[in-house]
Structures are given as C-alpha cells and as structure tokens.
C-alpha cells in the first residue's frame, strides 16, 4: 500500500483525503483536516517505514480489509435495513398464509355443514 510519511509495524493506516490512493499512518493523521469526518481504516501496516519528509510517499507491506473500515453507524444502519427487509417478508408471508388458511377454514365449515346432521 502506497503510505504518506513515517509509518511504524502494527500502526492503522486511514484513507488520506487529499490525497487520493493513499494511506496515512494513524499518527499523522491531521485533526483540523478530519474534523467533522470520520477516517477510513484501511487496515494495518506489516512493516515500520521511516521518512525523513513529511510529504514522501512509499509502499508498504500491510494487512488491508474493508470490513475494518465499516463505522459501527453504517454497520447498525445496514443491521437495522436488513432486519426491516426481512420483517417485511416475513408479514407479507404471514398475511399470504393466513389468507389461505383462512380459506381452507371457510371450505371446511362449508363442507361440514352440508354433511347430513351437520347442521
């Protein structure tokens, strides 16, 4: 992974957002420049890289996963929409089934109060 700036083993590396493609250690991460946005986690760097410039940029053994970059908010919101999606197949399944069984009820009266002494 292409790393801005000195980057030590085991450090969390974020999306930069100005500069597209790159990472930034979690150490450099500029608190002015993130304030109101929440970084992306990349993953974690697998190797320690030294700069002598704040601006160099240099590849990176890393372990990448994009679930590390999933914020527990949009993890709850997606939770939240699956358990509506199914909710609402599990109504429209429960309302299919009661229809028919409601109307296999019906026939059975039916049926029960043609028979002889039924009724």
């Known amino acids: 992974m292409k790393v801005l700036g000195t980057v030590q083993n085991g450090e969390r590396v974020y999306a930069a957002v100005h500069q597209p493609g790159v990472a930034i250690p979690e150490t450099q991460i500029p608190l002015r420049a993130m304030a109101g946005r929440t970084p992306t986690l990349l993953g974690q760097a697998l190797e320690s890289k030294t700069s002598f410039k704040q601006d160099s940029v240099h590849l990176v053994h890393c372990f990448v996963s994009i679930v590390l970059g999933i914020q527990s908010g949009q993890l709850a919101n997606a939770i939240n929409n699956l358990q509506e ?26 049926v029960l109060f043609r028979l002889p002494g039924g009724g």
Do not use: I, P
Not at 88 to 110: A, P, T, Y
């Open 85 to 110: 999606s199914m909710q609402g197949r599990f109504e429209d399944v429960m309302m299919k089934n009661r229809s028919k069984w409601l109307k296999g009820e019906q026939r059975f009266f039916s």
